[in-house]
């Protein structure tokens, strides 16, 4: 069975701080892709990443930082210097190798305060 | 930048009703989805299908039923809309079958009176 969690339901900061969303998954499947969204208000869910389990190399792009460690079955993501823009629902997402079927965590609402 | 839209965005309809929410992409994607979830809240799997004739449904269960005649729509009905429906419903596609990345519409937001 496949489980994605995510602890933080609500994270609130204020602007120019760092923040990390915490996703920790369970699956039995030794191959399988990870995924962060990015949900704003208006509701669209914006696509941010896809990892697979064979690469645990940590990614950065701009302000936004994925870390990969199977040996704890997590994949957090963390904004630097957090901007008001930054205020969505977040969520994790995994899918097995074999299929596309992707199953979401509950999702982290951040609110970034001026 | 994900070519994939619906209509309509917003839908507020009395209980009785038979509905159908639009989505198409333009992207030639096999594989295509649909969500409900409440807002901020997690997304359910109702529907998708890997292809035209392809339906399957998803984890949730839905009074929804879908088709897909057309590589690039798959409209989801409502025979007969009740508030329980109420929700922000988001469809989604992707490449094909396998471990590829879902890209996602704006969502219809329907509300059910």
């Known amino acids: 069975a496949q489980k994605v969690t995510q602890a933080q339901t609500e994270i609130s900061v204020v602007e120019k701080e760092d923040v990390t969303l915490d996703c920790v998954y369970e699956?039995?499947?030794?191959?399988?892709?990870l995924f962060w969204y990015k949900q704003p208000p208006s509701g669209e869910l914006v696509f941010l990443i896809r990892?697979?389990?064979?690469?645990?190399q940590n990614e950065i792009s701009g302000r936004y930082s994925w870390n990969f460690q199977k040996s704890t079955s997590s994949f957090n993501f963390t904004i630097t210097a957090s901007q008001v823009v930054d205020s969505a629902v977040y969520f994790c997402?995994?899918?097995?190798?074999?299929?596309?079927?992707?199953?979401f965590g509950a999702g982290t609402r951040l609110t970034v305060k001026p | 930048e994900a070519d994939i839209y619906q209509t309509p965005r917003y839908l507020v309809i009395g209980t009785g009703k038979k509905i159908t929410l639009e989505c198409s992409q333009t992207?030639?994607?096999?594989?295509m989805y649909w969500y409900q979830q409440d807002p901020g809240m997690e997304l359910h799997l109702i529907h998708y299908?890997?292809?035209?004739?392809?339906?399957e449904k998803g984890d949730l269960s839905s009074e929804s039923t879908v088709s897909r005649i057309r590589t690039e729509h798959f409209p989801l009905t409502l025979e007969s809309a009740r508030p329980s429906h109420t929700s922000q419903y988001l469809c989604?596609?992707?490449?094909?079958?396998?471990?590829?990345?879902?890209?996602f519409g704006p969502g219809t937001r329907l509300l059910v009176l």
């Open positions: 989604a596609s992707s490449r094909n079958k396998y471990q590829e990345t879902q890209y």
């Open positions: 699956t039995r499947d030794t191959t399988y892709y």
């Open positions: 990892r697979n389990s064979f690469d645990e």
């Open positions: 997402a995994l899918s097995p190798y074999n299929n596309n079927d992707m199953r």
């Open positions: 992207m030639g994607h096999d594989k």
């Open positions: 299908s890997y292809g035209v004739n392809s339906t």
